[in-house]
């Protein structure tokens, strides 16, 4: 009983080195092309989380016009809108977070590409494969920036809703708050269009990529 055990562990072994040899079969080509759908795959979490956050952008726009609406004499209303208004803004920080793990998952999986750069057979392949690199980097950059300023927008959003619940409340100080949500915003759609261009050049390259290294495909957003 023992001896046939000790060979069924043996034959799982040699079972297993030739699925591990069966996976290394792969070209630098083939295995580049794994890896970069792959990203697209899991930045899938990324794209998941702009439909909700659009619908409580837009809920966030009624609210706001209905406190305008109002004035300043129904604080009871203008103070319940306040604070929904502030729990559709933590909702969005949430949405924000898990976005951002789908990008940091994506990151992480994408430092893997260094490596295969140099083994692509076409020279032309790896230089184009380099730009991509170079590009996608850039491209991560942008979003942590544009990850720091949406933030940084709903901290300005809040204190304005904080705001509009203070009876003392000055024009000077509406004034001065309604100012800095509009920079913040402002600060958030130049980054917004940065990062998809810088995107919009990813797909362009991963394209011409695929191209020179004479991987057919059909395009795809990543």
């Known amino acids: 009983m023992t001896g046939h055990r000790r ?3 043996l034959l799982l072994g040699i079972v297993l080195a030739v699925s591990a040899a069966g996976c290394s079969n792969k070209t630098p ?6 890896l970069l759908e792959e990203l697209a795959s899991i930045e899938q979490g990324y794209e998941e989380q702009h439909q909700p956050l659009q619908k409580l952008e837009a809920e966030d726009n009624e609210i706001y016009a209905q406190i305008i609406e109002l004035g300043m004499k129904e604080m009871d209303q203008i103070t319940s809108l306040s604070d929904e208004a502030i729990e559709g803004i933590e909702k969005r920080e949430e949405l924000m977070k898990k976005e951002k793990e789908s990008i940091n998952q994506s990151r992480e999986r994408f430092s893997e590409f260094d490596e295969l750069i140099g083994k ?4 032309k392949a790896q230089k ?3 730009e991509l690199q170079d590009i996608m980097q850039q491209r991560y950059e942008d979003y942590d920036e544009l990850y ?5 927008s709903l901290a300005e ?14 024009r000077d100080q509406f004034e001065t708050q309604i100012e800095s949500v509009n920079k ?6 130049e980054a917004n269009n940065q990062y998809n261009e810088q995107t919009e050049k990813y797909n362009d390259k991963k394209m011409s990529f695929y191209n020179l290294a004479g991987i057919e495909v059909e395009r795809k957003q990543p």
Do not use: M, Q, V
Request: zero cysteines; a negative charge.
């Open 128 to 130: 184009e494969a380099a």
């Open 157 to 170: 959003e809040k204190k304005l809703y904080e705001l509009f619940k203070n009876e003392n409340a000055t």
């Open 148 to 152: 720091d300023l949406y933030l940084a």
């Open 29 to 34: 080509e083939e295995e580049s092309y794994d």
């Open 184 to 189: 913040a915003y402002s600060a958030l759609t």
């Open 120 to 123: 692509l057979s076409d020279e």
């Open 7 to 9: 060979f069924l562990i």
